[in-house]
């Protein structure tokens, strides 16, 4: 059960504020998630949801690629609720099983590709100790190019916060959804 009353609509916010609830309506269909808990503070979940459709629709890094990351960063925080929505999202984007597989078991990096390899080193240093090291810097900068890999860090903490929001604020993973290991 939530903390606070999950925002679930229209209803639950004042009129002044009903134009953010249709952003996020147009974005996701629904209030749900974290957006459940940002929309108790309209004018940052206004701020939030542009970074959705930034990652969406105009962001350089490919939807799979961005998927490794976001998946990698969103197992350390153990967001079920996140991960959830966003095995969704990579299988949209046609990240293989075995990757997404891997991640959910928190597993060795070596059976991926390089690139993909490179993407969860950097995430789950990031993750884990807010920093990562130069060798894992450079190998993505020197493959992408540096606003790239601006892109992808911005991804990878932009879903961490989400993870920080559902997680002080219990807020459940749907039952339909994918799980994380007990």
């Not at 390089?114 to 969860?120: A, D, K, L, P």
């Not at 080193?121 to 606003?147: C, E, I």
């Amino acid at each position: 059960m939530p903390r606070v009353a999950p925002i679930t609509g229209k209803a639950d916010v004042a009129p002044e504020h009903h134009h953010v609830v249709d952003e996020v309506l147009k974005v996701f269909g629904g209030v749900r998630g974290p957006f459940s808990m940002l929309l108790h503070s309209p004018k940052l979940a206004e701020r939030v949801i542009k970074l959705v459709t930034f990652f969406r629709d105009d962001s350089i890094v490919v939807d799979q690629l961005r998927s490794v990351g976001i998946l990698a960063a969103v197992r350390e925080r153990e967001a079920a609720y996140v991960w959830s929505a966003q095995v969704g999202a990579a299988k949209r984007n046609g990240l293989d099983e075995s990757v997404i597989d891997l991640l959910r078991a928190k597993g060795n990096p070596d059976k991926l590709t390089e690139e993909q390899r490179e993407i969860v080193v950097y995430a789950r240093q990031m993750m884990r100790t807010n920093k990562v090291d130069q060798a894992a810097f450079d190998a993505l900068q020197k493959r992408f190019g540096t606003q790239w890999l601006i892109e992808m860090t911005a991804a990878i903490n932009y879903f961490g916060m989400l993870c920080g929001i559902v997680n002080a604020f219990d807020v459940a993973a749907p039952p339909d959804g994918d799980k994380l290991p007990a």
